[in-house]
Structures are given as structure tokens and as C-alpha cells.
């Protein structure tokens, strides 16, 4: 069973390639589609995706967390997991 999430990564001190090259090659996260152009400077990649077999947001960070700091050990990262299945909402209108 999968879960989907939209996972946000801020990140300083690496490159924007080199996030990508972990998030989405390595572990298959897809860059969002709501990506936008000036946020690619920022520290800053959306990326839309689920996790597998049982698997907690905390490990999945903590693999892709692992996987940055091999590159470059003094960069920072931090990452923002939505669930996307059973997100509050509001209703209006008549009822149906």
C-alpha cells in the first residue's frame, strides 16, 4: 500500500542538481508540477511521490538526509512531508 505525500526540501549549502540527483533519481520522487522558476535559487525543490511498504516520513528523510550529507557534509536540509490523502478541508454550498 502507498501513501502520497508532497515532499518540500529546503537545503543550503548544495546545489540544487545535487538534491535532485538523491531526491528524485535516486529515491524517485517526481519534481512537482506546481514547481515554479524562482524558487530553482532559493534552496528550494517540491517534488510529488509516495512511500512504500510501511515506510515513516521520519526514515524516508532520514535516507534522504544521509544520502545529502555524503555529498557535502556541512549542508543543511530539512524536508516538509504533506499527506496528501487526508488533508482538512472546508465545505460550502447546499447540501447534496
Request: hydrophobic fraction near 25%; aromatic fraction near 12%.
Given at each position: 500500500?502507498?501513501?502520497?505525500y508532497?515532499l518540500d526540501?529546503?537545503?543550503k549549502?548544495?546545489?540544487?542538481?545535487?538534491?535532485?540527483?538523491?531526491?528524485?533519481?535516486k529515491?524517485?520522487w517526481a519534481?512537482?508540477?506546481?514547481?515554479?522558476?524562482?524558487?530553482k535559487?532559493?534552496?528550494y525543490l517540491e517534488c510529488?511521490g509516495?512511500l512504500?511498504?510501511g515506510?515513516?516520513e521520519?526514515e524516508?528523510?532520514?535516507?534522504?538526509?544521509?544520502?545529502?550529507?555524503?555529498i557535502?557534509r556541512?549542508?543543511?536540509?530539512?524536508t516538509i512531508f504533506t499527506?496528501?490523502?487526508e488533508?482538512?478541508?472546508e465545505?460550502?454550498?447546499?447540501?447534496?
Amino acid at each position: 500500500m502507498s501513501r502520497c505525500y508532497k515532499l518540500d526540501v529546503r537545503f543550503k549549502g548544495i546545489s540544487l542538481e545535487e538534491v535532485k540527483k538523491i531526491v528524485c533519481e535516486k529515491f524517485g520522487w517526481a519534481e512537482g508540477s506546481s514547481y515554479e522558476e524562482t524558487k530553482k535559487d532559493a534552496g528550494y525543490l517540491e517534488c510529488d511521490g509516495s512511500l512504500y511498504g510501511g515506510m515513516s516520513e521520519k526514515e524516508a528523510h532520514d535516507q534522504i538526509y544521509s544520502e545529502l550529507k555524503k555529498i557535502k557534509r556541512d549542508c543543511k536540509v530539512k524536508t516538509i512531508f504533506t499527506y496528501l490523502e487526508e488533508l482538512p478541508y472546508e465545505e460550502y454550498g447546499d447540501e447534496l
